[in-house]
């Protein structure tokens, strides 16, 4: 969705600044997957189920992740826009919003950042459940449109039809998920798997180093619920053996999913931003936008591997335990 909706809107704008392409497609991919750290991310909420893990404590062990690899997204795009001012040409001075303009376009954000409160906020306090706080939601975002005098039976119509179509989509992605798991397991691989894993002479580091290395390869080729489907229930106990935290490992696999959209041949994010790019923007600049951005990605996973107490920190503050 950040995909295709930041492609529309902010995309036709930057080429229209003079933006070079690359730069301008890959920031808006790199934006857009960094949605799988960021809460209410579903896909967190599916480890979390899978790994039985607390909900809040993934979100909250997101944070600084998320908030780490936006910060390198940053610092990249500014120096590069800085030794190549050619690549983003800066806003005529004339066309700048003054600081007065900027703070008072602040109250357009106070209605959604209640909603994602509403959302994220309930959850981390423990006040509901990931089922209610999206019922909370959708009361939020029914409340705004009231409030912004846009709510019609057309627009709740649409709304229920789109969530309709992405549930089932959602759905058949799982059964398939499934099947194939039990399917999987009925054949013996889980087993073998596991038991060829834990023997390899690789030690705990060299284990884990291997099952990124196998999260990379599979999402270059499957769907994130597929691969969290097919292979969590072999990976974290296996994890927990070794002696591994899951909500950190759950971190690393989300990260590399992240990565995942963005490589191909089959990254989502690369599918879906061609289906909005204009014709002069073909498929190999789309590879290429995205390549410096797979690197930051890679250096963000190698950093929180070395230092766990990037994702640790922050639940064992908020909600304490170890």
Known sequence: AGTLTMGRIALPLMRKRGYQKE???????????????????????????????????????????????????????????????????????EERASWNEKVKSLKNLIMPSAIIFSVVGTIMLGLTT?????????????????????????????????????????MWIFMGAMTFGQI???????????????????????????????????????????????????????????GFDPVWFGVLYIINMQMAYMTPPFGYCLMLIKGVVPPDISMADIYRSVVPFVIIQGVALALIMLFPELVLWLPRVMLGGG
């Open 184 to 242: 999987y397991d009925a054949l013996g691989a889980k087993e073998l798997i596991h038991t060829v894993t834990t023997a390899l002479p690789l030690g705990p580091w060299g284990v884990l180093v291997m099952i990124q290395f196998t999260f990379f390869i599979l999402g270059m080729f499957m769907d994130d619920t597929a691969i969290l489907f097919i292979t969590m229930p072999i990976y974290i106990p296996i994890i927990s053996e070794l």
């Open 130 to 170: 990931p089922v209610e706080s999206a019922a909370i939601g959708v009361l939020g975002g029914l409340i705004a449109v009231a409030i912004k005098k846009r709510l019609n039976l057309k627009l709740i119509k649409d709304a229920l039809m789109d969530s309709s179509k992405l549930t089932a989509i959602m």
């Open 23 to 93: 730069i301008a497609v890959g920031c808006i991919q790199a934006g857009a997957a960094l949605g799988f750290l960021v809460p209410p991310s579903c896909i967190a909420i599916l480890y979390a189920v899978i790994a039985k893990e607390s909900i809040g404590r993934l979100f909250l062990g997101g944070a600084i992740p998320g908030l780490m690899l936006a910060s390198m997204y940053i610092i990249y795009i500014t120096v590069r826009c800085y030794l190549q001012p050619h690549i983003a040409p800066p806003i005529p001075k």
